[in-house]
Structure formats: C-alpha cells, structure tokens
C-alpha cells in the first residue's frame, strides 16, 4: 500500500506542467523555512537569545528605516511562499504561462508589504510601552549595528536601563561608530537616540 501511495504521488507530481513544478518546489521549500523562522520567532519570545531575521541592503549602507525595510529575511520568505502556493494554484487552473506569473509576483507583493508594515508596526508598540526615553540621556551603551556618520543612517544600540535589556535605534552626529564601541547616548527623539563615542 505504501508503494501504491508513493507510485500515485509520483505520477501526480510528474502529470504536472513545468510551471506546475517549478511554483509547487518554490512554494514548499518557502513554506518550510516560513515554519522554521516561526519556530525561532516562538523560541525567541519564550527567553532564548535567537534572531531569525535578517535586513538585506543592496548598497551595503545601514538601513536608514531602522532595521525595518521591505526586503527583510521573513518578507522575501512570504513573498516566496504565498507567491509559490498562488503561482501553484493559478498554473493548475489557467491555461497559459503569463497569469500564473503575475498572480505569483501580484500576491507575493501583497504578502512583502504585508510583513514590512507587520513588522513595523510592533516596532512601534514595541518603543511605545513603559520606556521613559528622558531617563536614557546620559546612559552608557554598546554599538550592536554600525551607525553610520553625520545621522546618514541608523544603526542600533544595546543597553540595560529601567530593569530591562533593550535594542534601540540610533544616530550620531559625529564619526562612524563602529559595532560594539562603547557610546553615550545624548538625546531621543521619535524612535531612535542619538548618541556620541564615549
């Protein structure tokens, strides 16, 4: 009965078109990792120290959004996964090849944006909460992403204040601060600090 199972799983996948394929891999391997980045984001909440995110910058510079852009680890994999299963289904139902392609890129957007602004809105719940941000200026800090010179981009501090370990934004005025160089920050405005070498 076994062998009967895996023969009829075979000849559905190879009674497939190429497009069929191609969407329904694309679509798995994405649906995989998307439950693998959820394991970690659970695990991360329940105390452990794991980050399963990632920022991709083209040029190499900080991302000047805070560490929230568009094109973040969790977003390129809903694009991939909702796009795949989309694709998937529209390449089964419609005859020719541009549909199913569009649908693909059509829904993978939504899902993108859909994560970014996800994203960026428990950002902000997140800075909102109980943090006094008067109380930081003057605190100690360690560098955790480079913050570039001149406020031409953001990169993110590391401290311990009001009994809590937190990771904030932050900007500079003067030079380059590089990752783990001691700073002092100096003032907090909306959502970031801006913080001096110590």
């Known amino acids: ?5 895996l023969a009829e799983g075979k000849n559905w ?12 891999w694309i679509a798995v391997v994405a649906s995989v990792l998307l439950v693998v980045q959820i394991i970690l984001l659970i695990v991360s909440f329940g ?3 794991l980050d399963a995110d990632g920022d991709f910058d083209m040029d190499g510079d900080t991302d000047t959004d805070g560490g929230l852009g568009i094109f973040t680890l969790k977003g390129l994999t809903a694009f991939f996964a909702l796009g795949g299963w989309c694709g998937f289904a529209a390449a089964s139902f419609l005859g020719n090849i541009w549909a ?3 649908i693909f890129a059509g829904t993978g957007l939504v899902a993108l944006f859909g994560v970014a602004l996800a994203l960026r809105g428990i950002s902000k719940l997140q800075c ?9 200026i003057g605190k100690s800090a360690t560098v955790y992403v480079g913050v ?3 406020r031409s981009g953001r990169g993110k501090i590391t401290l311990t204040a009001q009994g809590k370990y937190m990771e904030i934004d932050a900007v ?3 030079e380059k601060l590089s990752v783990d160089e001691e700073v002092e920050i100096v003032g907090y405005s909306d959502d970031f600090a801006i913080v001096k070498k110590k």
């Open 1 to 5: 009965m076994t062998f009967n199972l």
């Open 13 to 24: 996948f190879t009674g497939m078109s190429v497009l069929e394929q191609v969407f329904f």
């Open 47 to 49: 105390g452990g120290d």
């Open 100 to 102: 199913p392609i569009l």
């Open 128 to 136: 909102a909460g109980n943090l006094e941000t008067e109380k930081l």
């Open 148 to 150: 570039p010179a001149s």
């Open 172 to 174: 500079t005025d003067g």
